[in-house]
């Protein structure tokens, strides 16, 4: 593959019908689940910062479904997406946003600090750029036990401005480290648009580092979800890293704190009639995969998940103020692990 | 027991750590060919090869990261950043993600990281380059903080940190690479963490140092000896997070006075923790106020004289002590 290439051609069999089921239900999930965020936000049920995926969907979905088990997941703030595709409990993350003790960190990180070990899920990290160098370790670690699990690196394009962007990208690439670099280009930093702040495509910046690096439509699942396989099996042979740039969308504001005034709602508009998740049930219901009533079920179905997921949020207790002082510090056995 | 000198002790700790646990790794600029900036992993390139000693490009920030995630993905990394003044480019690493992943994710993960770095000043190396930063790192919940005085406890220290489950900073004076002591031959030899060394007894005041400090500490009892009939306890912290306060506390009721010697600014430095912890626990003990003697408040100048007297000497340690009788 020629670095900078465009658009990634298909491997192997294009998802079968199965996958592409699971695909429209696990969009549909994280929008529901976003939506119901934003609302519980408003009800004071979630505090501090609130990042929503809304749009993103398919950049999750897609990147995430073309993982084995034993690979690695780092990303950013953006995170309840990226736990709902790897299939992190709904009722555990709602759980944390609520800040209770039944919550996938016990309360003690919120929206953006998202982690599962037990899904390889090994954290949403708040500082910009931040875990992409621990991305570098991760694939150091893969190559230093001789096995060849990958780690998924998920980012924004406002990580592309930080120095440890450059860091990371320069040491997987000298020490051919199995790392899928992941950018989801959403347009904007906060309220910065990317063509203000980058002197060049991310792609072409990342090809600078000698690696593979494409352009993808991150609206369209299909084509993430072979270009992240594609990825994948470059570096599991050993090959390096290699870079994804998916074009994105948010659809809400940065955070629930944004006014939005650097965007028009009629840019919005435009987007949203590429929607990923229209996108894919139009396709599958000319392809005969699926009707209407299958897809009000799906509906229905994720909107009874996420129900249950604010109630079993809302029934687990707060931490107790005498655990203050639990996990600051790994208890000491004689041995380290 | 061998004679050694602190570097070579830092060196046999690593060697046996790496040979007990094949998940030790060592990363850092200039660690494998060229044997280390100042020679503390000499050899091992040779020994243990490419993959466990691993010669990194200038990227700080890059390196600890890349520590970190190993450490989360099963390995003990050990990183060395050649001085603390370069630890300033990592600090998100090290803040951001090393000190606190364990309690954010609430327990999931543990960050078995080492980072060795070198630390002072009195080299002539101007301001950048002359940093004592043991108190900002101590600072941070999560982190622990380890300054070794002697070959000994290097050695012991550093192993102890190896099996550590949490990211620990091991901070060693530049000053001290060359010093010798004597180091126990058993590799199962540890020295526990939060366990304060007492070098020196005596009963009329307590030197507290750390690190480079410990020998002003220990060169200023000799002085108060010889000239002014005085002794004193010395109290070699070994590691300022966990702190052994209860150490300091025992000397100070026995004493009824304090100095604390550090190569750090004074204002706001790690001393005037130790100071405002025996106020707090030894208040209706003390004859005087608890003196700090420590860097003065400037950038490190390069000018000999003037870094001289901007750091702190055993004269200005004596100096205290007799001001408070
Ligand atoms: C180092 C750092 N600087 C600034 C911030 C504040 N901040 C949070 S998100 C954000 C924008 C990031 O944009 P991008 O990476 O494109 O991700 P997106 O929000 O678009 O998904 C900024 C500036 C931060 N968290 N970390
Ligand atoms: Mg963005």
Redesign the interface.
């Known amino acids: 593959m020629s670095v900078g290439q465009a658009i990634p051609t298909m491997v192997g069999e294009p998802p079968d019908d199965e996958l592409q089921q699971r695909f429209l239900y696990e969009m549909l999930l994280i929008r529901r689940f976003e939506e119901k965020c934003a609302e519980m936000y408003t009800r004071g049920k979630i505090r501090g910062f609130l990042h929503l995926y809304t749009g993103e969907e398919a950049c999750a979905v897609g990147a995430i479904s073309a993982l084995r088990d034993d690979d690695k997941i780092v990303t950013h703030y953006r995170d309840h997406g990226h736990a709902l595709a790897r299939g992190v409990e709904p009722n555990r993350i709602m759980a944390e946003l609520f800040a209770r003790v039944g919550g996938t960190n016990e309360g003690r990180g919120g929206s953006m600090h998202i982690f599962d070990v037990s899904k390889n899920f090994l954290g949403g990290y708040a500082i910009v750029a931040g875990h992409m160098p621990i991305a570098v370790g991760l694939g150091l670690a893969a190559n230093l036990s001789h096995e060849d699990w990958a780690a998924l690196c998920i980012f924004g394009d406002g990580g592309v401005g930080e120095g440890e962007f450059h860091e990371a990208l320069n040491l997987a690439a000298i020490w051919k480290l199995p790392v899928v670099w992941f950018c989801e280009n959403n347009g904007y930093g906060m309220g910065v648009p990317f063509d203000d702040s980058l002197a060049n495509d991310v792609y072409k910046i990342a090809a600078a580092y000698q690696m593979p690096s494409v352009r993808i439509d991150g609206m369209d699942v299909l084509e993430v979800y072979s270009a992240t396989q594609l990825a994948l099996a470059h570096v599991r042979e050993g090959n390096g890293p290699y870079f994804i740039e998916a074009l994105t969308y948010r659809y809400r504001g940065h955070s629930m704190a944004d006014p939005e005034l650097y965007r028009t709602k009629a840019e919005v508009e435009e987007y949203r009639k590429r929607d990923a998740i229209e996108r894919l049930k139009r396709s599958m219901i000319a392809d005969g995969l699926i009707d209407e009533p299958t897809y009000q079920a799906l509906v229905a179905q994720v909107g009874a998940e996420v129900d249950e997921a604010v109630a079993f949020a809302d029934a687990s207790p707060e931490p107790g103020l005498h655990t203050l002082y639990d996990h600051i510090t790994k208890e000491y056995e004689g041995e380290s692990g | 027991m061998t004679e050694m000198r602190m570097r070579d002790a830092i060196r046999e700790a690593m060697r046996e750590e790496m040979l007990r ?1 094949a ?1 030790v ?1 060592l990363m850092g600029e200039d660690i494998g060919a060229y044997g280390g900036s100042y020679a503390c992993t000499r050899g091992l390139l040779d020994e243990f090869g490419p ?1 466990r000693v691993r010669d ?2 200038i ?1 700080e ?17 050990m990183v060395e950043i050649m001085t603390i003044n370069f630890s300033l480019v990592a600090l ?2 090290i803040v ?2 090393a000190s606190k ?10 960050v ?1 990281l080492v980072l060795r770095m070198a630390s002072g000043g009195g080299s002539q190396l101007g301001a950048t380059h002359s940093h004592s930063l043991e108190g900002m790192f101590a600072h941070f ?2 982190l ?1 903080v380890v300054c070794p005085a002697f070959p000994g406890d290097a050695k012991g220290l550093l192993k102890r940190s ?5 990211p620990v900073v091991f901070i060693e004076h530049t000053a001290l690479y060359g010093a010798r002591g004597e180091v126990p031959d058993d590799p199962d030899h540890l020295v526990e963490f939060g366990q304060a060394a007492t070098v020196r007894s005596g009963k009329d005041v307590t030197l507290v140092g750390y690190s480079g400090s410990v020998h002003q500490c220990y060169r200023a009892a000799d002085m108060l000896a010889e000239e002014h009939g005085l002794t004193a306890d010395v109290i070699d912290l070994r590691t300022i997070r966990p702190l052994d306060m209860s150490s300091v506390i025992r000397s100070v009721r026995r004493t009824n006075r304090a100095v604390v010697v550090e190569d750090d600014w004074k204002f706001g430095g790690f001393a005037g923790e130790i100071a405002a912890q025996i106020m707090e626990r030894a208040f209706d003990w003390l004859d005087a106020p608890v003196a700090r003697v420590a860097g003065k408040d400037v950038p490190m100048p390069y000018n000999r004289n003037l870094e001289y007297a901007a750091l702190p000497s055993e004269e200005d340690v004596v100096e205290a002590v007799l001001s408070m009788l």
Do not use: C, K, W
Not at chain 2, 66 to 73: C, F, N, Q, T
Not at chain 2, 101 to 110: D, E, I, P, R, T
């Open positions: 646990d998940r790794f993959e990194t490009p990227s920030s890059g390196i600890v990261g890349a520590g970190v995630g190993a450490a989360l993905a099963g390995f003990i990394p998100d690493q951001n993600n992943l364990h309690y954010m994710s609430g327990g999931q993960v543990n078995p919940p999560g622990t190896f099996r550590e489950p949490n």
